[in-house]
C-alpha cells in the first residue's frame, strides 16, 4: 500500500514568450518517497521545481499540496514564503546563500517563523525578545552540530568551502522543518568522493527529519543509488517514468540522453 | 519588574559612554568653552548623521537604492512647522509626527514600486523628489512657494538660538535612532531584512515575505529622514523647497558609500568627517570643492566597501580590549 499522497501536479505548462519550457508535467509525490527528476540539460526540470516551490506561476494546469495536518492547498499563485509555512523547502542549483551573513545567521533567518515578540518586544529588548532569541539560538546551533559545521558558526557563509556551502544550504532547508524537500542538483560540482558523502546525508536527514525528498541530478550513480522512483523529462515533456531499473533501459531515455546512434548499438548488442 | 531587569551589567558602559557625549559638549556650548560656529558644526553633522543612517536603512540594510531621501527630510521638516504652527503642537509632539507623515509617504511610494524586483524605486525616489519640490514651491499658501518659510514658534525660535538646546536635543534623537536600530537590526525582523538584500529569491524560499520587509525597511528609512528634517527645521529656522533636490539626497548617500553601507557606525563617522572637513577647508575658498571628490577616489580606490564595511563598533568588544590592554600594561609594570 502506498503512502498518504502529499502533492499532486496535473497538466502544468509554462510558456516563456513562444517557448513552452514545460509541457503538461503531471506527477504524484507520496509521503516519506525518495523521488528523482532527471533530464539532459535545458529539459526544464528546475522550471518544474519553480512552478512545484511558487516561484514560478504555471501557464496552465495546477498542484495541490497536503500539509502535514492534511489540510489542502493550492499552489499556484502563492509565494515560495507562504508555502515554506506549511512545509515546503527547498535548495538551489547555484547555491543561494546569504553570503556576507554568519553562518549561524543563516540558518537563524530560516527560524524566522518561529519568533513570538513583536516588534515593541525587539526595540525595547524585553524579556519575551530575549527568551525568543534564546529559542531560536539554541535550535540553530542544534541543528549546526547535528550536521558537524557548529565550530563554524561565525563564519561568513562565502567563505566556507563548496561543499560545506552545499551542506549548509541543506541544513537552512531544514530549519523550517519541512514536510517535503526540494533539493536541485545537490551534486552539483562535487568529486565522487563528496557524492558519496551527499548520499549518505541525504539517507541520513530523510530519516531523521521524516522527509520527503524530490530532487533534480545529473549524476547517475547518486540517481541509481538513492531514488526509489524516476521522472525523465526531455524538452518540457516527461518522457518516462519508474523504478531506476527500468529507466535504465527505457530506449528513449537512452535516446534523450546518449542519441539516436547509440540506441542502435544498445539494442543490437 | 521589566524595567529594572532590562537594565543589565552590559548597557552600563554603553549608557555612560552616551549620557558622556551628550552632556559634556552641551555644558561646553553652555558655557562658550565651544564657540557658537563650532557648535552649528556639529549639530548639524548630527542631522546629517541621522540623514545618512536613514539611507543606510534603506540602501546599507535592506539592498534597494534610494535616490530621493532629501525629500522625506523635506517632508518631515514642512511637517514640523505646520503641526506647531497651524495646530498648535507641542514641538517634540510634531517632531515625531513628522516622522510618521514621512513615513506614511514612504508606505504610499513604496506599496508598488517595491512589489517590484530591481532598481525601481531609484527610479520612483528620484521622480519623487522633484515632485515634492514643485509641489512645495506651489502650495505658497501652507508652504510659503519658492521664497521658503521661517519656523516662527517661540519652542522654535529658542532651539533656533540656543546652540545647546539644538545640540542636546538632536544629539539626543541621533543615539536613540541609533540605539533603537541596532536593537531592532539584531533581531530576527533585522535577519530578515538582511536576508532581503543578501538574496531575494533565496529569502522567499526560507519564509521571509520579501516584500514585507522591503516595506518595513523603506518605512523605517523614511521615518528617519522625517525625524531629520523635522529637527533640522527648527535648528536653521527657515527652510526652502530646494532641500528636497537630487543634490541633497546624492551628499547623504556619499556619506553612506564613504562610511560603508551597512555600517550605522560608519554612517556616522563619515557625517561627522565630511561635514566638519568642509567647514575646516573654508580657506581653501573653493579649492575645497575638489577635496570632496578626491577623497571619495581614494577611498573607492583602496577601500571599495567604505571606511568600514559592514563592521559596527561594539562596546562589548572594546570593553574586552581596554581590560585586556589594561591587563598587558600591569604585567608589564609588574615586571
Redesign the interface.
Same mark, same amino acid.
Given at each position: 500500500m502506498k503512502n498518504k499522497m502529499i502533492m499532486q501536479a496535473t497538466d502544468l505548462s509554462i510558456v516563456f514568450g513562444g517557448l513552452r519550457a514545460v509541457d503538461k508535467f503531471s506527477f504524484e509525490l507520496y509521503q516519506n518517497e525518495l523521488v528523482g527528476l532527471i533530464g539532459p540539460n535545458g529539459a526544464g526540470k528546475t522550471t518544474v521545481f519553480n512552478m512545484l $516551490?511558487g !516561484?514560478y506561476t504555471p501557464t496552465e494546469g495546477e498542484i495541490i499540496y497536503w500539509d502535514e495536518r492534511s489540510r489542502v492547498h493550492s499552489i499556484g499563485k502563492k509565494?515560495?514564503?507562504v508555502l515554506?509555512?506549511v512545509g515546503i %523547502?527547498?535548495t538551489?542549483q547555484n547555491i543561494?546563500?546569504?553570503?556576507?551573513?554568519s553562518v549561524i &545567521?543563516n540558518v537563524? !533567518? %530560516?527560524?524566522?517563523?518561529?519568533?513570538k515578540?513583536n516588534?515593541f518586544d525587539?526595540?525595547?529588548? $524585553?524579556?519575551k525578545?530575549r527568551s &525568543?532569541?534564546g529559542i !531560536?539560538e539554541e535550535k540553530a546551533l542544534q541543528l549546526l552540530s547535528l550536521f558537524k559545521i557548529a565550530d563554524k558558526k561565525d563564519e561568513l557563509a562565502k567563505n566556507l568551502p563548496y561543499g560545506e556551502q552545499r551542506k549548509l544550504e541543506i541544513v537552512?532547508?531544514l530549519?523550517?522543518r519541512p514536510q517535503v524537500l526540494f533539493l536541485d542538483e545537490p551534486a552539483a560540482g562535487m568529486n565522487p568522493q563528496e557524492t558519496e558523502e551527499l548520499m549518505e546525508l541525504i539517507a541520513f536527514i530523510r530519516k531523521e527529519f521524516d522527509l520527503t525528498i524530490l530532487l533534480i541530478e545529473h549524476d547517475m550513480k547518486l540517481v541509481m543509488g538513492i531514488c526509489e522512483r524516476l521522472i525523465v523529462l526531455d524538452y518540457g515533456k516527461i518522457i518516462a517514468r519508474g523504478l531506476p531499473e527500468e529507466i535504465k533501459k527505457d530506449p528513449q531515455v537512452i535516446k534523450a540522453y546518449l542519441g539516436e546512434e547509440a540506441l542502435e548499438h544498445v539494442e543490437s548488442e | 519588574m521589566?524595567n529594572t531587569?532590562?537594565f543589565n551589567k552590559k548597557m552600563i558602559f554603553p549608557l555612560l559612554v552616551s549620557l558622556f557625549l551628550l552632556i559634556i559638549p552641551t555644558i561646553l556650548i553652555k558655557f562658550t568653552i565651544i564657540d557658537e560656529y563650532f557648535a552649528q558644526i556639529i549639530t548639524l553633522a548630527a542631522i546629517n548623521a541621522i540623514m545618512a543612517i536613514s539611507v543606510n536603512i534603506i540602501c546599507g540594510f535592506t539592498g534597494q537604492l534610494s535616490l530621493g531621501q532629501a525629500s522625506f527630510m523635506a517632508i518631515g521638516a514642512y511637517m514640523s512647522i505646520l503641526l506647531t504652527e497651524n495646530l498648535g503642537l507641542p514641538m517634540g509632539l510634531s517632531i515625531i509626527f513628522a516622522g510618521f507623515s514621512a513615513a506614511l509617504v514612504g508606505f504610499l511610494i513604496g506599496f508598488p514600486t517595491l512589489k517590484l524586483r530591481g532598481d525601481y524605486l531609484a527610479i520612483v525616489t528620484l521622480g519623487f523628489g522633484e515632485i515634492i519640490k514643485v509641489i512645495l514651491m506651489n502650495f505658497k499658501s501652507i508652504t510659503g512657494g519658492a521664497n521658503g518659510k521661517r519656523f516662527v514658534a517661540p519652542a522654535a525660535v529658542n532651539f533656533t538660538l540656543n546652540p545647546e538646546v539644538s545640540f542636546f536635543v538632536i544629539v539626543f534623537f541621533l543615539i536613540v535612532i541609533i540605539v533603537?536600530f541596532q536593537? /531592532?537590526i539584531r533581531?530576527? /525582523?533585522?535577519?530578515?531584512i538582511? *536576508?532581503v538584500r543578501?538574496?531575494e529569491?533565496? *529569502?522567499?524560499?526560507?519564509?521571509?515575505?520579501?516584500f514585507k520587509y522591503k516595506m518595513t525597511g523603506f518605512i523605517i528609512a523614511s521615518f528617519v529622514a522625517g525625524i531629520g528634517g523635522a529637527l533640522y527645521a527648527p535648528f536653521i529656522g527657515f527652510i526652502k523647497p530646494e532641500m528636497a533636490s537630487f543634490n541633497r539626497s546624492i551628499e547623504y548617500l556619499i556619506f553612506v558609500v564613504l562610511g560603508g553601507m551597512g555600517s550605522i557606525t560608519g554612517s556616522v563617522v563619515a557625517a561627522f568627517t565630511l561635514t566638519s572637513l568642509q567647514e575646516f577647508l573654508r580657506f581653501l575658498q573653493d579649492y575645497r570643492l575638489l577635496v570632496y571628490p578626491l577623497i571619495l577616489i581614494f577611498v573607492m580606490l583602496y577601500k571599495p566597501d567604505g571606511l568600514l564595511g559592514?563592521r559596527e563598533f561594539s562596546f562589548v568588544k572594546t570593553e574586552k580590549r581596554l581590560f585586556a590592554f589594561f591587563k598587558k600594561v600591569r604585567v608589564k609594570n609588574e615586571k
Open positions: $516551490t !516561484i509565494q515560495p514564503a515554506n509555512k %523547502a527547498r538551489f543561494r546563500l546569504f553570503n556576507s551573513l &545567521d537563524k !533567518i %530560516a527560524l524566522h517563523a518561529h519568533r515578540a516588534i525587539v526595540l525595547l529588548r $524585553t524579556k525578545f &525568543d532569541e !531560536i537552512r532547508a530549519a523550517a | 521589566q531587569k532590562m533603537l536593537n /531592532f533581531s530576527s /525582523f533585522g535577519r530578515a538582511l *536576508a543578501e538574496d529569491i533565496a *529569502a522567499n524560499s526560507n519564509g521571509i515575505g520579501v559592514t
